[in-house]
């Protein structure tokens, strides 16, 4: 990336944060805050503690847009296999291991859970846990670390690396890499104290996490693929 066009595109986002009166994707921020509220793997009843993390006030997008419905099957999961479940979760939020391998194993997972509910119920329509675009996995570790990673979404990922000139633009998902490109973005907006100030002023305190987060960083690279 380089240094002159990441300093022109904060600039610019500044500007788009001081044009705002309430900030268009707070409900990401929203999530965050349910989730860190609720999240307990050895509550007595998981699936109505999982229902509760990813709960929002304006919008389901997040976990269900057409027939994409990571929430659902996760349910589903959390119902017909809890101790699995559990012990999925246990390991993705796992900080001493491995990143990529703590992905694998959830997906491995996730896809062997699916082939058991299958076998056991072989007239079911399920064929898809839905978590393979990696936004889910994304989406969970942002809500359970927000200072540590930020939502995800390939061509937000891709189309700001390219605007922001970056060599070396991934053909495919690199979640390791994104959650480093946000680290380093964050560095240079928490050097601009009027970006955190906008953010206090435009997201409910009662409402929207409001800690540091990466979400922050996150929502800069969205804000500089549309932009581009």
Known sequence: MVLARI?????????????????PYDYEWEVIQQFQRHWNPHSVDPVAMFDRCLQN?????????????????MLLFWQTDPLTTK????????ETRDLEARIG????????????YKQAHPT???????????RMIALYLSCRYPERYGFYAFDTFVGALRALEARNVPQHHDLGRYF?????????????????AHFERLLHPQRC????????????????ALSS
């Open 124 to 134: 079911s329509v399920e064929n898809n846990h839905y978590h393979d675009d990696y």
């Open 87 to 94: 012990t999925l979760f246990e390991d993705l939020f796992d």
């Open 105 to 116: 194993r959830f997906l491995f997972g996730c896809d062997t859970l699916l082939a058991e």
């Open 180 to 196: 480093k490109v946000l680290r380093t973005l964050m560095n240079f907006l928490d050097k601009q104290p009027a970006i955190a």
């Open 7 to 23: 300093q022109e595109a904060i600039d610019e986002y500044i500007r788009w944060l001081e044009s705002l009166t309430t900030h």
């Open 57 to 73: 006030s304006r919008t389901r997008r997040l976990w269900q847009e057409g027939r994409w419905q990571p929430k659902r099957l």
């Open 209 to 224: 996490y409001v800690g540091r987060a990466l979400q922050q960083a996150a929502d800069f690279c969205r804000f500089v």
